[in-house]
């Protein structure tokens, strides 16, 4: 299917009046994580996926998809919303009490699309490590995604799930990074430096793709070449450069709006700067 | 006291090998996973009959929790196999958020529990497993006696809906329980009738319970002595019944005293019916290096132990 780039703009700027919506409501939550990656979750949702908003847990002859750095929820919870997951109203209860939309992703509350809870970081490339497995086992030759933050790989458990995949030829794979640069407490460089993430990966025994995960042509562009190259003996890895709080001017590049929320004046700044054809929840 | 006799002296995890080959064969969803240590997980036979089944995962336990929490979504049964220290206190958090809080179907198998693993030492005896696990809502705990239990166990927890955590061990000791049993989570095995005091025994304490049961059998002192091999959920009824009738208790487990099965019938007895209690159980410490026999007199864990506790809590309830 050949990707509308328009359209699928047109919808990463809804998802992006969401996400700071959503925040500004609770008066928490990451919009800066969440705006960089509005775009990979529209693609994915809008572009890349077979999926079934009819939601089952085993997903059987459906891509999966896995949030690693479960923070970025909001982000997530407005394509699950958008693409007919539920009812798009409910995106007002995030973070609320009584809500299944939960600060971190969960299945606890039973909200449709979540596989497993996410938020305590490092664990979602085992998980879809598992998943992958099962999809062999059970001869479904559908695709597992997953999303992580680049400060995420300063956990453990992320090289134990990078040394496994190519060992076992989990090549049913394709994980992304989002490789924005920023942490809590500041730059990655400063924090605890990634060093060359290409060369790493590479090394493991990945096969390595890089993009603009803020240019729509050229994220759909390495998400088709990454569905591609699947089944090729090799777990795939998208390192996938954005700009923390892309779209919002104010919120751009810096780690200060890790886990800010605007307050009204300036969540009536981000908005104007945010216009699309769509309606707000 | 009922008579208990023995031909074999076997592992429980030999139970547990036995118990995944039986599952395998029975459903075609269970698959294993295994952290460098096929020999002592006893999963050799699984292997051999189900190599495609079989997940060789290396020394990385916080993966392996992840992806045995993947593998139930596409419906596989996984049973991780490592030692109990590094089946929990490693990866706690893999556990409580991908396996507990996620509500997967997860099978924690745990081999080398408590201090009878002996020689490795503290390092590798873990004694908080028991309360570590309890703790996360939505987890059954078991921890059975002998190489039969563990081996009925296994196969019951694969046709079980939930994740649970398995606990056996390394030393060989007696088997005495029926090697057809029925193993029903969460039902507690009456082991002897009595009416003077209700042991609470499980793991390998059960045996040392038998055996101090025919020591205080010769004091005059008669004992009830129940399995509780379901930590969790506990059988409230079967020693709220018990209790009511004998007026004290002694619980016996290889476990630390803070957080063990101990702690979980004190703290229904507590809400229920307050009931002089003693725990045999290791006091808050770790363990060393040692053989079996000698670690489990040395830290008060073996049939002695549970005489003097009979008697104590005996004196107690006179009062």
């Given at each position: 299917m050949k990707p509308d780039i328009e359209k699928l703009t047109d919808i990463a700027t809804q998802v992006r009046r969401d996400i700071v919506r959503m925040v500004h409501q609770?008066?928490?939550?990451?919009?800066?994580?969440?705006?960089?990656?509005?775009d990979y979750f529209t693609a994915l949702y809008f572009h890349v996926l077979k999926h079934n908003p009819d939601f089952n847990m085993d997903g059987t002859g459906e891509d999966l998809f896995f949030l690693s750095n479960g923070h970025i929820s909001a982000a997530w919870y407005s394509v699950l919303a958008r693409s007919g997951y539920f009812e798009i109203k409910e995106l007002s209860t995030f973070r609320k009490i009584n809500s299944r939309v939960q600060g971190h992703p969960a299945t606890h509350d039973h909200l449709p699309g979540i596989r497993v809870a996410s938020g305590s970081l490092g664990q979602g490339l085992s998980v879809a490590i598992g998943a992958a497995l099962a999809k062999k086992l059970n001869g479904d030759d559908r695709l597992v995604y997953t999303l992580h933050g680049d400060g995420e790989l300063q956990e453990g458990q992320i090289w134990e799930a990078a040394l496994f995949a190519p060992h076992n030829k989990v090549d049913n794979l394709i994980s992304t990074i989002d490789v924005n640069g920023q942490q809590i407490d500041g730059p990655t460089d400063r924090v605890l430096s990634l060093g060359n993430l290409h060369a790493k990966w590479e090394a493991f025994g990945w096969d390595v793709l890089e993009t603009n995960g803020n240019d729509m042509e050229a994220l759909v562009a390495t998400l088709d070449l990454a569905k591609s190259r699947a089944f090729k003996g090799k777990p795939i890895m998208i390192l996938m450069h954005t700009n923390m709080g892309h779209g919002v001017d104010f919120m751009m590049g810096s780690h200060k709006w890790h886990g800010v929320a605007p307050?009204?004046?300036?969540l009536a700044a981000a908005?104007?700067?945010?216009?699309?054809?769509?309606?707000?929840? | 006291m009922k008579k208990y006799t023995f031909t074999e002296k076997k592992d429980t995890r030999s139970g547990f090998g036995a118990g995944l080959l039986?599952?395998?064969?029975?459903?075609?969803?269970?698959v294993a996973l295994c952290a460098d240590l096929v020999g002592s997980l006893k999963m050799e036979a699984f292997i051999k009959e189900f190599p495609e089944r079989f997940i060789q995962v290396g020394i990385s336990e916080a993966n392996m929790m992840g992806m045995a929490a993947g593998l139930t979504i596409g419906?596989?049964?996984?049973?991780?196999?490592?030692?109990?220290?590094?089946?929990?206190?490693?990866?706690?958090?893999?556990?409580?958020?991908?396996?507990?809080?996620s509500e997967k179907n997860v099978k924690i198998c745990a081999s080398h529990a408590g201090l009878t693993l002996g020689e490795d030492g503290a390092t590798h005896q873990i004694l908080e497993d028991i309360g570590m696990m309890k703790m996360l809502p939505g987890m059954t705990v078991i921890n059975p006696c002998d190489y039969n239990q563990t081996k009925a166990a296994t196969e019951a927890i694969a046709e079980f809906e939930g994740p649970v955590y398995l606990r056996f061990g390394r030393p060989v000791i007696p088997i005495f329980t029926d090697p057809d049993q029925e193993f029903i989570i969460g039902k507690a095995w009456m082991v002897n009738e009595g009416k003077d005091v209700s042991i609470?025994?499980?793991?390998?304490?059960?045996?040392?319970?038998?055996?101090?049961g025919e020591k205080l059998a010769e004091l005059g002192i008669d004992a009830e002595i129940i399995n509780i091999h379901t930590i969790k959920p506990l059988d409230e009824a079967a020693v709220l019944k018990s209790v009511a009738k004998t007026g004290c208790v002694v619980s016996a487990e290889e476990h630390n005293r803070i957080g063990g099965l101990g702690d979980s019938i004190a703290q229904l007895l507590?809400?229920?019916?307050?009931?002089?209690?003693?725990?045999?159980?290791?006091?808050?410490?770790?363990?060393?290096?040692?053989?079996p026999a000698e670690l489990m007199a040395k830290y008060h864990l073996d049939c002695d132990a549970i005489v003097a506790a009979v008697q104590k809590v005996i004196a107690r309830k006179k009062k």
């Amino acid at each position: 299917m050949k990707p509308d780039i328009e359209k699928l703009t047109d919808i990463a700027t809804q998802v992006r009046r969401d996400i700071v919506r959503m925040v500004h409501q609770c008066q928490s939550g990451h919009p800066g994580g969440s705006l960089g990656c509005a775009d990979y979750f529209t693609a994915l949702y809008f572009h890349v996926l077979k999926h079934n908003p009819d939601f089952n847990m085993d997903g059987t002859g459906e891509d999966l998809f896995f949030l690693s750095n479960g923070h970025i929820s909001a982000a997530w919870y407005s394509v699950l919303a958008r693409s007919g997951y539920f009812e798009i109203k409910e995106l007002s209860t995030f973070r609320k009490i009584n809500s299944r939309v939960q600060g971190h992703p969960a299945t606890h509350d039973h909200l449709p699309g979540i596989r497993v809870a996410s938020g305590s970081l490092g664990q979602g490339l085992s998980v879809a490590i598992g998943a992958a497995l099962a999809k062999k086992l059970n001869g479904d030759d559908r695709l597992v995604y997953t999303l992580h933050g680049d400060g995420e790989l300063q956990e453990g458990q992320i090289w134990e799930a990078a040394l496994f995949a190519p060992h076992n030829k989990v090549d049913n794979l394709i994980s992304t990074i989002d490789v924005n640069g920023q942490q809590i407490d500041g730059p990655t460089d400063r924090v605890l430096s990634l060093g060359n993430l290409h060369a790493k990966w590479e090394a493991f025994g990945w096969d390595v793709l890089e993009t603009n995960g803020n240019d729509m042509e050229a994220l759909v562009a390495t998400l088709d070449l990454a569905k591609s190259r699947a089944f090729k003996g090799k777990p795939i890895m998208i390192l996938m450069h954005t700009n923390m709080g892309h779209g919002v001017d104010f919120m751009m590049g810096s780690h200060k709006w890790h886990g800010v929320a605007p307050n009204d004046e300036q969540l009536a700044a981000a908005l104007a700067q945010l216009t699309c054809s769509t309606q707000d929840y | 006291m009922k008579k208990y006799t023995f031909t074999e002296k076997k592992d429980t995890r030999s139970g547990f090998g036995a118990g995944l080959l039986a599952a395998g064969k029975k459903n075609k969803n269970v698959v294993a996973l295994c952290a460098d240590l096929v020999g002592s997980l006893k999963m050799e036979a699984f292997i051999k009959e189900f190599p495609e089944r079989f997940i060789q995962v290396g020394i990385s336990e916080a993966n392996m929790m992840g992806m045995a929490a993947g593998l139930t979504i596409g419906g596989k049964i996984p049973f991780t196999g490592t030692f109990a220290n590094f089946s929990t206190g490693r990866v706690y958090d893999q556990i409580r958020q991908s396996i507990a809080y996620s509500e997967k179907n997860v099978k924690i198998c745990a081999s080398h529990a408590g201090l009878t693993l002996g020689e490795d030492g503290a390092t590798h005896q873990i004694l908080e497993d028991i309360g570590m696990m309890k703790m996360l809502p939505g987890m059954t705990v078991i921890n059975p006696c002998d190489y039969n239990q563990t081996k009925a166990a296994t196969e019951a927890i694969a046709e079980f809906e939930g994740p649970v955590y398995l606990r056996f061990g390394r030393p060989v000791i007696p088997i005495f329980t029926d090697p057809d049993q029925e193993f029903i989570i969460g039902k507690a095995w009456m082991v002897n009738e009595g009416k003077d005091v209700s042991i609470f025994a499980t793991g390998h304490l059960v045996w040392e319970a038998i055996l101090a049961g025919e020591k205080l059998a010769e004091l005059g002192i008669d004992a009830e002595i129940i399995n509780i091999h379901t930590i969790k959920p506990l059988d409230e009824a079967a020693v709220l019944k018990s209790v009511a009738k004998t007026g004290c208790v002694v619980s016996a487990e290889e476990h630390n005293r803070i957080g063990g099965l101990g702690d979980s019938i004190a703290q229904l007895l507590v809400r229920n019916n307050p009931t002089p209690q003693e725990y045999v159980a290791v006091d808050d410490s770790f363990g060393e290096s040692g053989k079996p026999a000698e670690l489990m007199a040395k830290y008060h864990l073996d049939c002695d132990a549970i005489v003097a506790a009979v008697q104590k809590v005996i004196a107690r309830k006179k009062k």
